[in-house]
């Protein structure tokens, strides 16, 4: 059986990228033109500011992966895109890309769900691949937990009914004046401080199911920053210790809650295997108790590298190429999602309480 060789391109949020992948798990090359210094002033993404960035880079960073990857368009066997969910006009720049090359050089074109291709990420370096497993999908727009039993098998047990996990530490960094993208400089600074110094809420941490709330935890934050009433205008009267110690605190509410969740998912499914995708997977608190925690549940924990954590096209490509094995191909009236593309979770699944 002859190679598959994938083209990928994803788009979906503020980050541009392409990658080549053979059969799946052969990363030829995988480049990301980031958009943080475009986006940095304003404290978080701006959609406008993020669709013109794609517009800019995708077709340079698509042929410097082909360059990269001493591959031609001739040599591709289809052409995989993010079709959602994110931003509907970043989403729209990349699938507009792809339906372009799949009917210039009669190529099968491949829709494929970010969140999916976050959930199996970790297979990209995992042979064989470490399903049935529990999935924590966990990043700046979402927040999820999923079982997957394959590649094309995915069932959502969980996710968050307000702000994702990436979201929360990107409005705790602006509270505390740390700036932008808030998570890997939380990580930073909590790194000096206290994790327990500050108890903040561990929402839903022990209740019988697998959904999310980090508003309230967030909003903990905000009044133990500003005070009562907002007495303070801003975080500058804390002391490098005490912003050292809220980082850590905040940091570590949210990872207990993570990691409890994820772990109480696991022995619910009765599988044996975690992964973990997204960019917030590449936290480095997140990783150290999530894997004290499956040691000691006697599971197995497969973290998705690093470099494959953010939004990438390798991943992108690597699930395509499960999609293209089972003739699983999209036709030239795609149109990009913004919304999760499975169903949300029934409101009887969503306590409150």
């Keep these: 059986m002859s190679p598959c060789t994938i083209l990928g391109i994803e788009t979906s949020c503020d980050e541009t990228s392409a990658a080549v992948v053979v059969d799946g798990r052969d990363v030829r090359a995988s480049l990301v033109s980031s958009q943080v210094a475009l986006h940095a002033k304003y404290g978080g993404i701006v959609p406008e500011i993020a669709s013109r960035a794609h517009i800019e880079q995708v077709r340079p960073i698509i042929e410097q992966t082909l360059s990269q990857a001493q591959v031609g368009y001739r040599d591709l066997d289809a052409v995989a895109v993010t079709v959602g969910p994110g931003l509907v006009g970043s989403l729209l720049i990349g699938v507009t890309a792809a339906k372009t090359l799949a009917l210039s050089c009669n ?107 980090f508003s309230g935890l967030k909003t903990a934050v905000l009044y133990y920053v500003y005070g009562a009433g907002k007495k303070y205008g801003s975080a500058q009267h804390l002391s490098a210790t005490e912003l050292a110690d809220v980082a850590a605190s905040f940091q570590a509410a949210l990872v207990q809650t993570l990691v409890a969740k994820t772990v109480a998912a696991a022995r619910h499914a009765g599988v044996q295997n975690v992964v973990v995708g997204g960019g917030v997977a590449a936290n480095s608190a997140l990783r150290a108790e999530l894997q004290a925690a499956c040691e000691q549940a006697g599971l197995h924990l497969y973290l998705t590298p690093l470099e494959y954590c953010t939004d990438n096209a390798a991943m992108i490509a690597a699930l395509a190429y499960r999609r293209v094995q089972r003739g699983e191909t999209a036709d030239l009236w795609l149109e990009p999602r913004a919304g999760l593309l499975r169903p949300a979770l029934r409101s009887r699944d969503r306590v409150a309480t």
Excluded at 130 to 157: C, I, K, M, N, Q
Excluded at 174 to 191: S, W
Aim: no cysteine; proline share 9%.
């Design 107 to 213: 190529l099968p074109l491949v829709a494929v769900d970010h969140i999916e291709a976050h959930a199996t990420s970790a297979a990209l370096t995992s042979d064989p691949p470490p399903w049935p497993a529990v999935a924590l999908v966990v990043s700046g727009g979402h927040t999820s937990l999923y079982l997957v039993r394959d590649f094309l098998d995915l069932e959502l047990l969980g996710q968050t009914v307000d702000d994702a996990a990436g979201e929360a530490f990107d409005k705790v960094a602006v509270m505390l004046e740390l700036g932008y993208p808030g998570g890997p400089v939380i990580d930073r600074v909590a790194a000096r401080g206290n994790p327990k110094a500050v108890r903040f809420p561990r929402t839903w941490i022990h209740k019988p199911h697998f959904n999310f709330s």
